[in-house]
Structure formats: structure tokens, C-alpha cells
């Protein structure tokens, strides 16, 4: 599976972005996906998770009514809308994408099989 994350730029405080990831290769449709942030100098940080056979979601706390993810079956994609965006939300954005089952755990880099190059997102004040 190949991931390509897109969708990032320069944005004010308040604005939104709507990230997009879409694979190759496979369909979605056998994987979870994440999305997850990093800033330089940082450990990756986990963003949010779907479920994909059951659309189930699991939102970090930082951005919990701010952020929702969604996919697209027929392109093969998911979606990161970013809604209220504060300076704290810039970083690199990946998404990644796992085996379904692959863990209970879904906040760890580590329970991840694919992941894409990372789009940068840019939230001024």
C-alpha cells in the first residue's frame, strides 16, 4: 500500500484545511487509518483513528471538535477536515494505515504498517 498525503499549506488561526490521503495498490477498505502530527524535535503525536469496517472514530483530546475524519470509498481515500485551527496545530501530517485487528492499541506509532510522506500544515497567529 502506498499513502499520499496532501492537502496542507499556510493557514490563520480560525481557518480551516481539508487534508486528503489516498492509497494505492490496495483499497481502504481492508485497513484502518490514522492520522498523526510531528513538529521538529518532537515524537509523533496521534491525531485520530477510524475503524473502517465499522466507521468507528477515536479522536485525540487536543483537537476533539475540531477535527473530523472521514473516508471515501470510491477514491479510496480518507479525510482530515480542520476546522477552529490554532498556532499548536502546526506540524507535518501523516496519515498511515494498518492491518485490521492489528491492535487495541490505536495511538502508537507502533501498531502502524503503512504510512504516507506527510503533508505540513501551517497555522498562524
Known amino acids: 500500500v502506498q499513502l499520499q498525503a496532501s492537502g496542507g499549506g499556510l493557514v490563520q488561526a480560525g481557518g480551516s484545511l481539508r487534508l486528503s490521503c489516498a492509497a494505492s495498490g490496495r483499497t481502504f477498505s481492508n485497513y484502518d487509518m490514522g492520522w498523526f502530527r510531528q513538529v521538529p524535535g518532537k515524537e509523533r503525536e496521534f491525531v485520530v483513528f477510524?475503524?473502517?469496517?465499522?466507521?468507528?472514530?477515536t479522536y485525540a483530546d487536543s483537537v476533539k471538535g475540531r477535527f473530523t475524519i472521514s473516508r471515501d470509498d470510491a477514491k479510496n481515500a480518507v479525510h482530515l477536515q480542520m476546522n477552529s485551527l490554532k498556532p499548536e496545530d502546526t506540524a507535518v501530517y501523516y496519515c498511515?494505515?494498518?492491518?485490521?485487528?492489528?491492535?487495541?492499541?490505536?495511538?502508537?506509532?507502533?501498531?502502524?504498517?503503512?504510512w504516507g510522506q506527510g503533508t505540513l500544515v501551517t497555522v498562524s497567529s
Open positions: 498511515a494505515a494498518r492491518y485490521p485487528g492489528r491492535s487495541s492499541v490505536v495511538d502508537s506509532t507502533q501498531v502502524y504498517d503503512y
Open positions: 477510524i475503524k473502517w469496517s465499522t466507521g468507528k472514530t
